[in-house]
């Protein structure tokens, strides 16, 4: 009986004497194993620049638009911020104005807020301190306003000039002493639905409803105590704003009959890795057709190795070499040019990630669970090709194989 050993040893003498054709028939195998791990580790990557974006722009998050002008008061704020599991709120008021600095006039979105909503929209400050409930004409601004729009950079402690429009043609002026500079994001803010912070600039909401002469707010941002609560957190705030505005609780899930839209972190995350897991398996599809190509050709060139090799079996019956025997030496002949395969895939596959992951700047991600799909892919492969040509091989009448030319 034919051991693993001396199967191995053999079908490395094999592979060494047709050298061109077994790199040929690997570089089938290389090919598709990279392709599987490294759309395997992209799905990944794709998932976890998905959830830092949203944990970026905000911790626990629930935000609630309205859909209707002068919707939102203090009496919702209050409504909110008294929420069970609420840990913070914040209401805004947006309004696009302009902002003025030394003689330069640049067009911003103005966003009214409260000193909550820089632990909510997890605002950091890269140079001086966010606004207060306590200031009146004191401004954040965002990275880009502060060093890209305006001819002459805006520092902490500089003074601007902000324009609103109020009431058809009538405009309100007001100096604003720049109290700090916000922190840019590492990532865009796209997913969240929130103010892109580089290019906004943000006042208190007290000063902004001053200067348009009015008390209502746009948007309110709350924060949950933990992620796991801001889905049931949100829910809540959804069943006593949609009480306060008189929706009954069969008409509660239905959107168009509420005058407000109301999302959390926890949807938000749920859709993205959805859209995250949606593309990872399309890619790893594409690699999957890529590895039964790669497959067959293993299946082809040990189809042909057996018909070149077909006197050789019939010898080896002779000399007392059973069908089993035969059946194990080319099935493992199969499985070591897969898995040498899979060994160049694997590196291959990884760094093409780290390649493409570096050029999309996404964050790289590999796991040790690609090493282990790399080999079981491999070894899984090389079985399933290799087992109809060992079979030919294994079912080869000894004295018609020594008659073969």
Do not use: C
């Not at 409803?209 to 707010?217: I, K, P, V």
């Amino acid at each position: 009986m034919l051991n693993i050993k001396q199967a191995f040893i053999i079908s490395l003498g094999s592979i060494r004497s047709a050298k061109l054709r077994s790199s040929l028939t690997t570089l089938g195998i290389i090919i598709g194993i990279a392709a599987v791990v490294a759309n395997v580790s992209l799905g990944q990557s794709f998932n976890v620049y998905f959830e830092n974006q949203i944990n970026s722009v905000g911790s626990n998050f629930i935000i609630i638009y309205s859909q209707e002008p002068n919707l939102f008061y203090d009496n919702e704020l209050q409504i909110i911020d008294k929420t069970l599991g609420v840990a913070a709120v914040s209401p805004i008021k947006q309004q696009l104005g302009q902002v003025t600095y030394f003689s330069q006039t640049k067009n911003f979105n103005i966003y009214g807020v409260r000193k909550d909503y820089q632990d909510t929209s997890n605002i950091i400050m890269q140079v001086g301190s966010f606004i207060t409930d306590q200031d009146a004409f004191s401004a954040a601004i965002g990275e880009k306003v502060a060093n890209e729009k305006f001819k002459r950079n805006i520092s902490a402690r500089s003074s601007i000039d902000i324009t609103l429009r109020i009431n058809g043609n009538r405009t309100v002026t007001r100096t604003f002493k720049v109290k700090g500079i916000i922190k840019p994001l590492e990532v865009s803010s796209f997913a969240s639905g929130g103010p892109d912070r580089d290019t906004s600039v943000f006042i208190p909401i007290a000063t902004i409803n001053q200067m348009l002469e009015q008390n209502d707010y746009s948007a309110f941002v709350a924060m949950s105590d933990k992620l796991e609560d801001v889905g049931n957190v949100s829910d809540a705030i959804d069943k006593r704003l949609a009480r306060n505005f008189g929706v009954s609780s069969r008409d509660i899930n239905d959107a168009d009959s509420k005058p407000y839209t109301i999302f959390n972190e926890a949807t938000i995350l749920k859709q993205l890795n959805q859209l995250g897991n949606a593309l990872g398996s399309f890619l790893v599809v594409v690699a999957v057709i890529s590895l039964i190509v790669g497959s067959i050709g293993i299946m082809n060139i040990m189809l042909v190795t057996v018909t070149e090799r077909t006197r050789e079996i019939g010898i080896m019956k002779a000399l007392g070499f059973s069908s089993m025997d035969i059946l194990l030496l080319f099935l493992v002949e199969s499985v070591i040019i897969s898995l040498l395969g899979g060994l160049l895939g694997l590196v291959l596959g990884i760094g093409g990630a780290y390649i493409v992951t570096a050029f999309l700047k996404l964050p790289f991600f590999y796991s040790s669970y690609l090493f282990v799909l790399g080999f079981a892919v491999a070894i899984i492969v090389g079985v399933l090709a290799g087992i109809y040509p060992a079979r030919k091989a294994a079912l080869l009448i000894p004295v018609e194989a020594l008659r073969y030319q």
